[in-house]
């Protein structure tokens, strides 16, 4: 079956322009993740989202970021007035409703390179 | 939040043992897991291990657990150039959300040879 997809896969844009990143979960799929990987860096967690529950937004860096999920499926982060340190791979994830003592895998996105010039 | 932390690179020869160690602080974690990532790739899961096991093995992959020093780490047996990647351990938030998983920085493994 289909995984999770997400376009642009590479995204070019200049410094102040605002971007908007495509993610398409698994069908099924109730919750929906999105991080950032800067070149080297681990996965900084952004926002996250489980079906109609408000998302948890704890780690947007900013407020030029947001995150909506339409329908409970697809999503799209946007960054506003992009800025050189924006530049990283956005990576999205999605997988079933987490419950305790049951194991949850996250299914991952090929993720959005993006580049601030 | 909680931290998870893992050394940044490890070299091996094809053929040696690879072992990549983790730390979490977090006691109340349930699960705890394994990703690999390859070269311009998302993460894929690797192995999982519930906190109230030791030890789990999946066929060249070995997961240790000791809960008491808070350490995870994986082994992987007769690595091969294929395994150079970065593998992530992630550990799910404490009790009531268990969606929110943290992530360590990653270890690049890198096979010579």
Redesign the interface.
């Known amino acids: 079956g289909a995984g999770v997809s997400q376009s642009p896969s590479n995204k070019v844009t200049e410094k102040g322009k605002d971007v908007e990143l495509r993610c398409d979960p698994i069908s099924g799929h109730t919750a929906l993740y999105w991080y950032r990987q800067s070149l080297g860096q681990g996965l900084e967690f952004l926002i996250y989202f489980q079906g109609n529950s408000a998302p948890d937004k704890s780690g947007l860096p900013s407020d030029r970021f947001s995150a909506e999920r339409t329908g409970g499926s697809v999503s799209t982060l946007t960054i506003q007035r992009t800025q050189q340190e924006d530049s990283a791979v956005y990576l999205c994830a999605s997988s079933l409703t987490c419950r305790e003592r049951v194991s949850c895998e996250q299914y991952f996105g090929p993720g959005t390179r993006l580049t601030v010039t | ?1 909680e931290d998870v932390e ?1 050394s940044l690179f490890l070299s091996v020869r094809e053929g040696d043992s690879s072992v990549i160690n983790c730390t979490y602080t977090d006691s109340s974690s ?2 705890l ?1 394994w ?1 690999k990532q390859e070269p ?6 690797l192995t ?1 291990i ?1 906190s109230n096991m030791d030890m789990k093995q999946d066929q060249r992959l070995t997961v240790l657990l000791n809960k008491k020093d808070k350490h995870l780490s994986l082994r992987i047996a007769d690595t091969q150039t294929g395994d150079s990647a970065i593998y ?1 351990c992630a550990e ?1 938030a404490p ?1 009531y959300n ?9 270890t690049k493994l890198n096979v010579k040879p």
């Open positions: 939040g893992q349930t699960y897991y990703y311009g790739a998302g993460l894929q899961l999982y519930f992530f799910t009790l268990f969606n929110k998983f943290y992530f360590g920085s990653g």
